[in-house]
């Protein structure tokens, strides 16, 4: 039996109506995320862009949805190499989805940019309660909250009442925090600690951990706003990796999110191999696939 929300001419996507809208609620979170917390989200030309100088992550420089015509595509990508440059960046990035125009992979190449990285849309089933709510894999008691300010928001996190141990991030976390994704991204860590202790701050970010003695042994991030929520990072020290630590920390952070609100929860992954893999067996779902362009602009710095 033909899946009628389904691309009959590739199963495992969504069709291209229900793609190209999924993409745009999911990018409009992205977009959002990206500008945590003096970043600006806006266009130039026909994309969507975000822009944040002190963010320093892909995904806080980054443009999409690049829909019009040949000339105000390529118009565009002209545009965005001095937009990225202007803010610092080494190069530029677009990501194409479902809501960019089909033949970008053309007028991108003749514009001196470049295919760098093939990845896919995913989302994670969540059961739903008698109440209709989506609940997650998981019940969000799996993640230990700790006592609760007078501000409303969950500070502590002692030991979890049940569930694989996964606990809301702290403050004192943040070294942890930026060692992991420093060494799971090549970053610089004292500018990735200042930048996830501003995310933090944020109500709409989450962050979840799992400790290994007086360290962490993983942690997972994520963002939640009007509905939709992303599970954004998962990092697991190499020595506990293939222990269920991952699997806990994404179960845990789509609880979250969906605590915050987010009625679907996404991430994206790169196509094929083992982060595929794992990502359906946490109960993600391919949506649409992504191509990420990039053109480096370092010449503009001058």
């Known amino acids: 039996m033909v899946d009628p929300l389904r ?11 229900r793609a190209r809208e999924l993409a745009t609620l999911v990018e409009a979170a992205r977009l959002a995320s990206g500008a945590v917390r003096y970043g600006k989200v806006g266009r130039v030309g026909c994309a969507q862009v975000v822009v944040n100088r002190d963010n320093p992550l892909p995904l806080g420089n980054h443009a999409c949805a690049v829909y019009g015509s040949s000339a105000e595509v390529a118009g565009t990508l002209m545009r965005l190499e001095q937009t990225f440059a202007d803010v610092g960046r080494a190069e530029a990035v677009v990501y194409a989805s479902p809501t960019t ?23 994670h089933r969540g059961s739903v309660s008698s109440d209709g709510v989506h609940r997650g894999s998981v019940s969000s008691g799996g993640v230990h909250r700790g006592p609760v300010s007078s501000d409303g928001v969950h500070r502590g996190a002692g030991a979890p009442s049940g569930g694989p141990g996964v606990r809301v991030a702290v403050d004192a976390d943040l070294p ?66 293939r222990r269920g630590v991952g699997t806990a920390l994404v179960h845990g952070v789509a609880a979250a999110v969906r605590d915050l609100g987010a009625l679907l929860v996404a991430a994206h992954v790169a196509e094929g191999g083992a982060g595929e893999r794992f990502a359906e067996a946490c109960g993600f779902e391919t949506g649409y696939p992504v191509t990420a362009y990039a053109r480096r602009v370092d010449e503009l710095l001058d």
């Open 101 to 123: 125009v089909a033949e970008i992979e053309g007028i991108a190449d003749d514009a001196g940019w470049y295919a760098v990285e093939e990845s896919l849309a995913i989302v």
């Open 176 to 241: 942890g925090l930026a060692a992991l994704l420093a060494d799971d991204l090549g970053a610089e860590p004292r500018r990735l600690a200042r930048h996830l202790g501003q995310r933090m701050d944020d109500a709409r970010c989450v962050f979840v951990v799992v400790d290994d003695g007086e360290r962490l042994a993983g942690f997972a991030s994520g963002f939640a706003e009007r509905g939709v929520g992303l599970v954004e990072h998962v990092v697991v020290r190499p020595a506990r990796r």
């Open 7 to 17: 691309d009959p001419d590739d199963p495992e996507l969504l069709d291209p109506y």
